[in-house]
């Protein structure tokens, strides 16, 4: 938030959210969770292929010519602080379309940046230590108390060539427009988007980020498909952009095809559920066709 903005209204927006997760946290605690719109296949999905299916939140399933990748991995019914026996903190609005036990076994963990809703413990316990992990810097040490022993730190701009019992591929830090802060005083953690490439493929996944010119510099070659999230930007567009940004951004990386993510799954800002779809779908009025994924459980092939 602006530090010019009038006092009032940064303590009226501050009290309006935090009512906000008191509903969230008690009133609403009762509320069914609604299923995924569809519920995708992995073990039909061929290796020959790069097929990607949008589990919910930031959490996308990729199958990169036989590398299993899965991004920022949340599929409990709340994310928070974790306290024996219950989470403090919102409440899923769409249920994931996979849960744990219906993924394939999984070579790559991404992990963009340290919030809450991008890096769930609870959910990261669940694998073994055969899955490789790539985080952001200063953000290995969250990950003490899991079974995972291959965890690489990336800055922005460095990249690995990470070898998994399905195959080599590259993986390069890209810096974004976010903070990577888990509570109020580490500050030092950093955050990232990732440039995963294979066999002369592309893919960005941008985990949060605003409003950024930094996707100009990967446009060449190709960017074959781009993840990008479409919302949380009422009031936070500070630090998330608006789906007509999202579409600038993956306009100015060069992107064939845009994944829209970070929306329908949990409230965490003011607007409405369809809006940042709605708004996504008009920026792409000419161009129906880059958009691969709409709904939560949909399933998208690459055309190679």
């Given at each position: 938030m602006e530090a010019r903005e009038r006092p009032t209204l940064r303590s009226s927006r501050v009290?309006?959210?935090?009512?906000?997760?008191?509903?969230?946290?008690?009133?609403?605690?009762?509320?069914?969770?609604?299923?995924?719109?569809?519920?995708?296949?992995?073990?039909?999905?061929?290796?020959?292929?790069?097929?990607?299916?949008?589990?919910?939140?930031?959490?996308?399933?990729?199958?990169?010519?036989?590398?299993?990748?899965?991004?920022?991995?949340?599929?409990?019914?709340?994310?928070?602080?974790r306290l024996p026996g219950f989470t403090i903190g919102p409440k899923r609005l769409t249920a994931p379309a996979l849960q744990f036990h219906e993924l394939p076994p999984i070579d790559l963990i991404l992990l963009s940046h340290a919030h809450f809703d991008h890096l769930d413990l609870r959910t990261l316990r669940c694998f073994g230590k055969s899955t490789t992990v790539v985080t952001a810097r200063a953000t290995r040490d969250l990950l003490r108390h899991t079974r995972f022993r291959n965890v690489t730190e990336l800055d922005w701009g460095e990249a690995k060539t990470l070898k998994t019992a399905t195959g080599e591929i590259n993986v390069g830090a890209l810096p974004v427009n976010h903070w990577g802060a888990r509570k109020q005083r580490d500050t030092h953690r950093s955050y990232n988007g990732y440039l995963l490439e294979r066999k002369g493929r592309r893919i960005i996944f941008t985990g949060d980020t605003a409003m950024t010119d930094s996707f100009a510099e990967i446009r060449r070659p190709a960017i074959d498909v781009a993840i990008m999230p479409i919302g949380a930007y009422n009031p936070w567009v500070q630090s998330h952009c608006t789906p007509e940004q999202a579409v600038e951004m993956a306009n100015a990386a060069g992107a064939r095809f845009i994944i829209p993510v970070h929306h329908q799954t949990f409230r965490?800002?003011?607007?409405?559920?369809?809006?940042?779809?709605?708004?996504?779908?008009?920026?792409?009025?000419?161009?129906?066709?880059?958009?691969?994924?709409?709904?939560?459980?949909?399933?998208?092939?690459?055309?190679?």
């Open positions: 009290r309006r959210w935090l009512g906000h997760l008191f509903r969230e946290w008690t009133t609403e605690s009762w509320r069914p969770i609604a299923p995924a719109f569809a519920k995708p296949r992995p073990t039909t999905w061929s290796d020959a292929q790069v097929t990607f299916a949008w589990i919910g939140h930031a959490t996308v399933l990729i199958n990169f010519l036989a590398v299993k990748i899965l991004t920022d991995p949340v599929l409990f019914p709340r994310i928070g602080i965490l800002s003011f607007e409405p559920f369809r809006e940042p779809i709605e708004r996504f779908e008009a920026a792409l009025g000419k161009t129906p066709e880059r958009i691969a994924l709409r709904e939560i459980g949909e399933t998208f092939v690459l055309p190679l």
